[in-house]
Structures are given as structure tokens and as C-alpha cells.
């Protein structure tokens, strides 16, 4: 069953995005519990590559422009999940990453990650609007991927799902906010040692970790979504203004997100050839997925 049908499911009252700016995100909206999802369904496969960021980004300012014209009342929540079964995303785009590296192409490696930032940071502030943002894992979510999810609101995730860094296997460190998200949640010493191990985790060992919000049974993350939301919804004003005290105690400034960018693609730009060897079998396990 396709996510569309799962949902409707759930939910009789969902409206399906019929505009085709869009090629790699599908859209609805639930007026009833005044939700808009976006559904990642990336291609050749599902990491960030360039026009799935194009379409992201582009999503993004489509619902700012909704809710700028509706006085913030059109949505409360934003959910982000996945189309490709088995996936939420698998990170960033190794194959761009090592043409980049072997052709010296520091700026255009320095203006995709600084795209994948925009998306990010977008994502931590919630769009800059009063909504909610929940990630919906159901399957593996790796390196930029896994960020992503962090970034976030709520992060709830079905528990035969897999997260991870594995960036650290070629050599190399997640440079578009895992610290940054991870020192919040877990402190800074777990948040290095999870970055430096490479490990491939589960959705049960990060719940435990209070990296997961909501643990959800296989097959089950939408209902999970609705019972969270039902659940913001009996106390709303509550819900909202602890969001907002989160963020206060919490804060993350785009300027920071940069400065690791910077550090992160010069990095890039020392790997080895050994590094660079690793990074094409990732590749190479990027493309099986697909």
C-alpha cells in the first residue's frame, strides 16, 4: 500500500498536491487536522541530491507563502516522511560529493552543502512559522538523512528502522548539523562518541538515548503521527509554548551551521585516495538501494 492510501486510511479528509512543480517530493494536506506532509520519494536514489533540495527548498517557501496569507492559521504541523519503502533518506550525495573532490570543485561542493543547510535550518525553526515539524521514519536514515530527522520538532520513528553516521568510515565527519542537533539532545561527549563509532543504531537504542521521541510499531508510523497530534491538540496552547521554550534554550544560529560547513568541506578536500575508494563502495551501496 502506497503512503497516499495508508494515510487516506487513517484519514479520509486528505488532499492530494496536484501542481507538478514539483518531481521528487509528493505533497497533501489535512485540513482537518490542519497537516501538510511531504513525501520524499528521491531519485535515481533517495539521498540529497541537488533537485530533491531544489524541490525541498521550494516546498518550503510554498508553505511559508500559505501561512503568510492565512495569518499562521493554515497548518500546525508539517510531517516529513518517505515514499520509498525501506528508506527515509540516505544522506548526502556521495556521487557529487566525489566527482567535487577529484575534479577540485570546492565551490560547488561548498554551494550544494550550503543548499543542504538552507533545508536543515529551515526545518530546525520550524519555518520560521508557528507549526509544529515531525519526521517520520520508517526506514534507514543515514548521514544527512539521519540530520535531517533530528532537525525536527519530533522525531518519531517505527521501530525496525536503522539511523547512523557512517561518514567517519571514509573518513570524513557529518558536517551539516549532526553535532550541532546531537549535543543538544544527548551532551556533547555522547554526541562525538555516536559520530566517531560510524555505528548503524536502531530505533529502539536511540528512543532509549532520547534521540527518538515516539516509537512506533512497524507499519503503524502514520497512526503515531495522528496520536501525537490529537494528543498537541487537547493542550495546544501548551504544546506551542513549550516549542517555543525549547527553541529559546536551544538555540541554533544558521552562522553556526556554516562555520561547520566551511570546516567540513575543507576536510573534504584532504581525503586520501583510500577515503575516496571507501566512499565509492558507499556509493555503490547507495545505488543497490535504489
Not at 556521495?94 to 554551494?111: E, V
Not at 510499531?217 to 501525537?228: D, F, Q, S
Not at 571507501?278 to 547507495?286: A, D, G, H, S, V
Amino acid at each position: 500500500m502506497n503512503a497516499l492510501a495508508q494515510l487516506k486510511e487513517i484519514n479520509h479528509d486528505l488532499n492530494t498536491d496536484t501542481d507538478e512543480q514539483y518531481s521528487q517530493i509528493r505533497t497533501f494536506s489535512d485540513d482537518k487536522y490542519k497537516i501538510t506532509w511531504c513525501l520524499m520519494n528521491g531519485a535515481p536514489r533517495l539521498c540529497f541530491n541537488p533537485t530533491l533540495l531544489r524541490d525541498l527548498s521550494l516546498y518550503v517557501k510554498n508553505v511559508q507563502s500559505e501561512m503568510l496569507s492565512s495569518n499562521g492559521e493554515k497548518y500546525d504541523f508539517l510531517v516529513l516522511g518517505s515514499e520509498v519503502e525501506g528508506t527515509f533518506n540516505l544522506g548526502g550525495d556521495l556521487d557529487l560529493f566525489y566527482s567535487s573532490i577529484q575534479s577540485g570543485d570546492r565551490k560547488g561542493l561548498y554551494d550544494y552543502a550550503v543548499s543542504c543547510i538552507d533545508v536543515l535550518y529551515q526545518n530546525i525553526v520550524h519555518l520560521e512559522c508557528e507549526l509544529i515539524t515531525i519526521s517520520l521514519v520508517q526506514g534507514d536514515a543515514l548521514g544527512g538523512g539521519f540530520e535531517t530527522a533530528l532537525a525536527s520538532n519530533v522525531l518519531i520513528a517505527e521501530r525496525d528502522t536503522k539511523m547512523g553516521l557512517p561518514e567517519v568510515l571514509f573518513n570524513l565527519f557529518p558536517g551539516m548539523g549532526a553535532f550541532t542537533l546531537l549535543s543538544r539532545k544527548i551532551g556533547v561527549a555522547a554526541a562525538e562518541k555516536m559520530i566517531l563509532s560510524g555505528k548503524l543504531y536502531s530505533a529502539e537504542e536511540l528512543f532509549e538515548m532520547g534521540i527518538v521521541d515516539i516509537l512506533a510499531e512497524p507499519g503503524e508510523g502514520e497512526l503515531a503521527v495522528y496520536k501525537y497530534i490529537k494528543r498537541a491538540n487537547k493542550t495546544p496552547n501548551s504544546y506551542k509554548a513549550l516549542a517555543k521554550v525549547k527553541d529559546i534554550c536551544n538555540q541554533i544560529t544558521y552562522q553556526e551551521l556554516l562555520d561547520i560547513t566551511n570546516i567540513w568541506v575543507d576536510a573534504a578536500f584532504k581525503l586520501a585516495d583510500k577515503d575516496l575508494k571507501m566512499m565509492t563502495r558507499l556509493i555503490k551501496r547507495q545505488n543497490a538501494k535504489s
